[in-house]
């Protein structure tokens, strides 16, 4: 953690003095091509433009907007150019959520194209003969992939409210995938880091890996052409390209050669959910998130509310106060989320409740000042939770358009661990998502992320897993659109657009100051605060002085692709913390 601290420290002070040279705020980025974008600095203009993981894929979203259309057809090229680029979390063969901003309409919409549940699915199926969880198989066997929602969600959002037809949002990526890209040094590490797990499977080792299994280095050339073919069916034939004909076809071979359950039958049942957004407010300000199947929006919302009892600003950022009340409004929150929150077509969610500001004064009013709480008391009787987590990557991606009408698209897609389940479909070219572990597989036992969940949030066909993800856009007191941010990080999404939030509304930071601001995480259970380098050590001696288990090492949270509205400009922001994002605004 010492390189990454260094790292910051550097980039920070970069940054600051970045921030005062009319260099940064060029009306727009210089880029010549997409090989020498180097990322993640911020990047103001008064055109639309694009922030993602990866810099090629934001290019091609910019372009999109160059080319006249609007945020949501550059949002869905921008998706299907990370199922080129960014194979570890741009997918075809996961899920995810969108939240779409129209101007005209001044009206916030909520896509949901997470990953349903196979027929066959059922409560036990990732118990052993013990009746313990096997993690193996919930979480890297062809069993724990759902039936993926990005093909079908994105093309609901271009149809809906794009301008563009699929062919044209599709051929840049069908160009990056036949033509190949230049692996940057972000993919050739990752693809060298996940090699043993992903080189298990034949097909994923063919697509991603040289002959005999070699690494590409930085610089060579990732030419997919199983995925080339894939993308030219969804190109020609649509949504049908992928879940009917060949496609579902080579998914549900797939699926009879590593014993995974996904049938014809259920690609061809799969349904994007477009659901009223759940929005709230905080002092002057108000904003919209994702709803269950997402515990995002609402645990936000929830956190903020509480916060909204306490003088946040007083205290100061990152001060030893401010960090205990949003650890203690974390705990409460995640406790919530562990019993009431599921899949909103199985289970009756209690959104009005959970975001309700009385509520929140009442989960405040238990907030000692000056000590913090054990989580068993405030959610007693899961003493049976499983301590131990994996030390797996944590790999979504989140990415922010916004054009020149003031549309805007906050998505969030993922394939949940880096790379899902390691399974790629043979002959098809994209790998499967493995997001049947958000499901609780068994009351109390905690999931890849240490999250611990119930009946809610049980196995059942055709039911969603809960997720974490937190697509968000913040409007001022004028109903304004001012912000659209997202993030990666499992669990910790939802505290990192807490303190996104908190940064730029309490705090007056600029985006990229939010961004690099340190952040940290509770999440009720475990028990444990996990912090980023930048917060003081002094200040985390403290919070243990009060009560609060801190975590032994720091670790990085999330990776945040954000825009922000200044006056008449955009600013984008980057994430620093993984290698390989840009900012980039159109030119004209
Ligand atoms: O939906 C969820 O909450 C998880 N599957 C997200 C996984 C994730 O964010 C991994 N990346 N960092």
Redesign the pocket.
């Known amino acids: 953690m010492h390189v990454i601290g260094s790292f910051f420290v550097t980039w920070l002070l970069g940054l600051i003095i970045g921030l005062h040279s009319s260099a940064v705020f060029s009306q727009s980025a210089k880029i010549t091509s997409p090989d020498k974008i180097t990322g993640h600095q911020p990047v103001v203009s008064e055109l639309g433009m694009v922030v993602s993981q990866e810099a090629i894929a934001s290019q091609i979203g910019a372009d999109i907007l160059e080319a006249g259309g609007n945020a949501i057809d550059a949002a869905v090229a921008t998706g299907f150019a990370l199922a080129v680029t960014l194979p570890r979390?741009g997918n075809l063969g996961g899920g995810g959520f969108m939240m779409v901003y129209l101007a005209e309409e001044n009206k916030t919409i909520a896509i949901d194209y997470?990953e349903m549940s196979p027929m066959s699915a059922s409560k036990n199926m990732f118990l052993d003969q013990n009746g313990d969880v096997d993690n193996n198989k919930a979480r890297f066997s062809a069993q724990s992939s759902g039936v993926p929602g990005t093909v079908a969600g994105l093309l609901y959002a271009l149809e809906n409210y794009g301008s563009l037809s699929v062919s044209e949002v599709l051929k840049p990526a069908i160009k990056l995938a036949s033509q190949g890209f230049k692996i940057n040094h972000d993919l050739s590490d990752s693809l060298r880091l996940k090699s043993k797990r992903l080189q298990k499977h034949a097909a994923s080792k063919k697509y991603f890996y040289k002959a005999e299994g070699e690494y590409y280095l930085p610089g060579e050339l990732l030419i997919q052409t199983d995925l080339t073919s894939t993308l030219k069916r969804i190109s020609e034939q649509g949504s049908s390209g992928f879940y009917k004909g060949k496609t579902a076809e080579l998914i549900v071979q797939q699926m009879e050669h590593s014993g995974g359950l996904i049938s014809l039958q259920d690609l061809a049942n799969y349904k994007v959910v477009e659901r009223e957004p759940v929005c709230g407010s905080y002092h002057q300000y108000s904003l919209c998130a994702m709803p269950p199947p997402?515990s995002g929006g609402i645990h936000l919302i929830q956190m903020l509310n509480i916060l909204e009892n306490v003088d946040l600003k007083r205290m100061g950022h990152n001060s030893v106060g401010y960090l205990h009340h949003l650890i203690e409004a974390m705990r409460s929150a995640y406790a919530d989320r562990s019993l009431y929150l599921g899949d909103p077509d199985f289970t009756p969610v209690p959104i009005k409740k959970l975001v309700d500001k009385t509520y929140a004064k009442s989960l405040s009013k238990q907030i000692n000042p000056h000590k913090a709480r054990r989580s068993n008391d405030v959610y007693p009787g899961l003493d049976s939770w499983i301590a131990s987590q994996p030390n797996e990557s944590?790999?979504?991606t989140h990415y922010s358009t916004w054009d020149n009408q003031g549309n805007i698209v906050s998505n969030t897609y993922?394939l949940?661990?880096?790379y899902g389940s390691g399974i790629a479909v043979e002959g098809a070219g994209f790998l499967l998502n493995n997001?049947m572990d958000?499901f609780s597989a068994k009351p109390g036992s905690a999931n890849g992320?240490g999250l611990t969940g119930g009946a809610a949030n049980a196995i059942e066909p055709k039911k969603r897993?809960?997720?974490?993800?937190t697509p968000t856009i913040l409007f001022d007191r004028n109903n304004k659109p001012i912000m659209v941010t997202g993030t990666?990080?499992?669990?910790t999404?939802i505290t990192i657009v807490l303190q996104m939030i908190l940064n730029t509304t309490e705090f007056n930071m600029s985006i990229a100051e939010a961004t690099a601001a340190a952040r940290l995480h509770h999440q009720w259970l475990p028990d444990t605060v996990s912090f980023e380098d930048g917060i003081l050590n002094q200040r985390l001696d403290l919070l243990a002085k009060m009560g609060h288990k801190i975590s032994p090492d720091s670790r990085v949270l999330?990776s945040t692709q954000s825009i922000a509205l200044k006056g008449k400009r955009l600013e984008g922001s980057a994430d620093y913390r993984r290698q390989g994002a840009a900012a980039i605004s159109q030119k004209h």
């Open positions: 979390a997470r997402s944590e790999e979504t993922t949940n661990f880096a997001e958000d992320y897993p809960l997720s974490s993800m990666p990080g499992g669990s999404i999330g």
